[in-house]
């Protein structure tokens, strides 16, 4: 399959409706890093220890002026319904949850990278101390490269995920698995693929979100209002609602 036909699909992020507005204040959806420098503590979704994970992760990519956190990406998913959205802490949660779809063609921005499953997988020892600087595949170096300090990988994971920064590499994601018609036995594995990422530096734009959805009408209308409150009508499309997220 060629490139352009990757970038024809789509990417998807939670937020829980009680951010909903910091975001249409802010016009973006901001990164864990640029939400702590702003002072703005959003309501988690996120597991703690997953969190923990992700801060000790780091991009450094050639011509970059110094490395980059993790946290300083905004993540998106490439499947609507990802495995965050069946965890317990997530799943009660489900009738607060909108959905954010952005279009795949933002692969092809400046500094936008994916992922061919969680970007937390790195082997990466739960409680240890060690941390890793990636340095993506690129159109140079068709090989993600991984350098832990002050030693390591110490942790048991069997497999861990490749950062890319070239739309070339799209191929090298398990599609079948992503797209629902390949099943892995292997059950962390599976799990690893389908939540395969695709990471935007900073922040955002909302003028990039091409659908919002909720799960059920009420939670539609109420982050209606709130668009109408901020008076985006026409900056945002109209949320609605799907059921089943």
């Given at each position: ?43 988690s ?29 905004v ?43 969680n ?52 191929d ?73 997220l």
């Amino acid at each position: 399959m060629v490139v352009h036909n990757f970038l024809g699909g789509y990417a998807y992020h939670m937020v829980h409706i009680s951010n909903f507005p910091s975001i249409l204040r802010e016009k973006a959806l901001l990164s864990k890093e640029s939400l702590s420098q702003k002072g703005i503590n959003p309501y988690s979704i996120a597991l703690e220890s997953v969190q923990a994970l992700r801060k000790r992760i780091t991009v450094q990519r050639p011509g970059m002026p110094s490395p980059r956190q993790l946290h300083s990406y905004v993540p998106f998913y490439f499947i609507l319904r990802a495995p965050m959205s069946y965890a317990p802490n997530v799943k009660g949660q489900q009738n607060r949850l909108l959905v954010l779809e952005i279009e795949l063609i933002i692969l092809n921005e400046p500094e936008v990278l994916f992922t061919d499953g969680n970007a937390s997988m790195q082997k990466l020892s739960r409680y240890g101390t060690e941390v890793v600087v990636i340095d993506p595949a690129n159109a140079r170096r068709d090989t993600c490269i991984r350098r832990y300090h002050p030693g390591g990988p110490h942790g048991t994971g069997e497999n861990w995920s490749d950062f890319y920064s070239d739309v070339a590499f799209l191929d090298r994601l398990n599609w079948g698995v992503l797209n629902g018609g390949t099943f892995i036995d292997n059950r962390e594995e599976f799990t690893r693929i389908r939540s395969s990422e695709v990471l935007i530096p900073d922040r955002l734009p909302i003028s990039k979100i091409v659908g919002i959805y909720a799960s059920n009408p009420d939670l539609a209308q109420d982050a209606n209002d709130v668009v109408k409150m901020f008076g985006l009508e026409r900056a945002v499309p109209e949320v609605v609602c799907r059921r089943g997220l």
